[in-house]
């Protein structure tokens, strides 16, 4: 049964409430950590922060992996039904998460909660976004209902803070 238009705004605005949230709680978290920054000292063992940089690249490679708009673009495929691309889509999303799952030991837990919150936010949206189409809906609809509503409001999607504050963490082991 299709949604109404109040009970689709209703949803959105959910998801913006969501996302407003977790981007001050990024925003925060940041600014603690330059209130608390100490340099890194130099007899650190190169191995150490090797394998720390090692992981914060990943990171950054996995957020744009389960970006919405890599996502759907990686895994188009025409002839899909909108549910058995949703399964497709939160199915290789999960795959990518668990791949990098091991990366959490080497970087800070607020990097590792903001992949997560990244993942999970997806897909929420990919789940709401599939239970807004009508059953008949074809995988390419799914699709091109996802990428409009990154397109049309880019705050929705947490890609950007999540990298944003992987990098920020980076940088601050290379000074």
């Not at 925060?28 to 100490?38: C, D, G, L």
């Not at 191995?47 to 895994?75: C, F, G, H, M, W």
Request: contains cysteine; aromatic residues 8%; charged residues 20%.
């Amino acid at each position: 049964m299709p949604l109404s238009n109040n009970e689709l705004i209703i949803s959105i605005f959910f998801a913006f409430c969501i996302a407003g949230a977790l981007a001050f709680v990024f925003w925060k978290q940041r600014r603690e950590a330059k209130k608390a920054y100490k340099p890194v000292k130099k007899d650190n063992a190169t191995s150490t922060t090797t394998l720390k940089l090692q992981a914060y690249e990943r990171l950054i490679l996995l957020a744009d992996r389960i970006s919405i708009p890599n996502l759907v673009s990686r895994i188009n495929q025409p002839g899909l039904t909108a549910g058995e691309m949703q399964m497709l889509l939160t199915q290789t999303l999960r795959q990518e998460f668990d791949h990098n799952i091991t990366q959490q030991i080497y970087v800070s837990p607020e990097a590792w909660a903001a992949i997560r919150n990244l993942k999970e936010q997806n897909l929420l949206i990919i789940n709401q976004m599939a239970s807004f189409l009508p059953p008949e809906a074809s995988g390419m609809d799914l699709s091109k209902t996802l990428l409009e509503l990154v397109m049309q409001n880019p705050k929705v999607s947490l890609h950007d803070v999540v990298s944003d504050a992987i990098s920020y963490e980076a940088k601050k082991i290379m000074e």
